[in-house]
C-alpha cells in the first residue's frame, strides 16, 4: 500500500515539474531576437521609406505678428447696366492667428476724361467698366422714346475699406500626396469710403466727383502654398449712399487674388 502512495505523489510531482517547465520555454520563444548585418538594415529602411504614407502634420508656420500683402483683380456684375473690373490692392496685418485688421483699396475708373455719348464713360473712353447687353438693348429699342432718355448718373471709381477679419476655420489637405496646403474660412465687416464720377448734368465733358461712407460685408477663402504664398477668394458687398438722389446702392465684388505673407518662415 505504502509503495502504491510513493509512485502517485511520485507521477504527480513529475507532471507538475514538466508543467511548470513549458511556461518558460513559450516565453523563451516569445522574445527571439533578429540580428540584420549593416547592408541588411539599410535594405529594410530603404524599402520602408519607399512605402511609406505622408501624414498630416502640425503646421510649420504661423501668421500671428506678421503682415500680409495682396494684389487681386474682379468683378462687380450686380449694376444692371455696368459691370466693373476692380484692381485690389490689399494689406493686413495678424494679431492672432484667427484675428487680423486688413485695409483695401480697389480702383476701376478711367485713365481720361473723355465722354462718349449722352456722357457714358465706359470700355471706350479707356475706364476698367464695361456696358452690359441690358444697356445696349435699352438704346436700341425702336420706339422706346421714354426708355431710350435713360442715363446713367453715377459711376464708382474707387474705394477703401478698413475691417477686421476673423479666421472661423483653418485646416490643411495633401496635394496629391507630395505637399500639405494650408487654408482658412474668413469673415469680415468693416466700413469705408467710396469715389463717384457723375456726368455733370448742364455742361457736355464736364465730370464731378463725390465720396460717401459705405460698409461692407465679406467672406473669403485663403490658400497658403509654401508658407507664405497664398491663393485667395474673396467676395464683398458693399452698401453706399448715392450720390445722386436718395437712398442706398449696392454692389457685389468677387475678387481673385495672390498674396504674400511678410516673414512667413518656419518656425
Known sequence: MGKHIFRTVRSAVMILSMCAMFPCLALAQTHTTLSLDEPDRDEVMESAAEKAIAVIEKRPFTKAGKGEIGLGIGTIASDIFLAYLPVTLRGAYHFKEWVSLELSASYMGCFSDETGDGQVRAAGQKCMRFLTPSYDNLIASAGLTQLRSITIEEYQVARVDIAPVFSVFMGKFALANRAIAHFDLNLSAGLGLLVAEMPNETEIGRIDYGVSVEGALGLGIRFMFLDLIGLRLD????????????????????????????GGGHE
Open 235 to 262: 467676395f464683398r458687398e458693399y452698401l453706399y449712399g448715392k450720390q445722386r438722389g436718395k437712398g442706398l446702392g449696392t454692389a457685389s465684388e468677387l475678387t481673385l487674388g495672390v498674396s504674400f505673407l511678410l
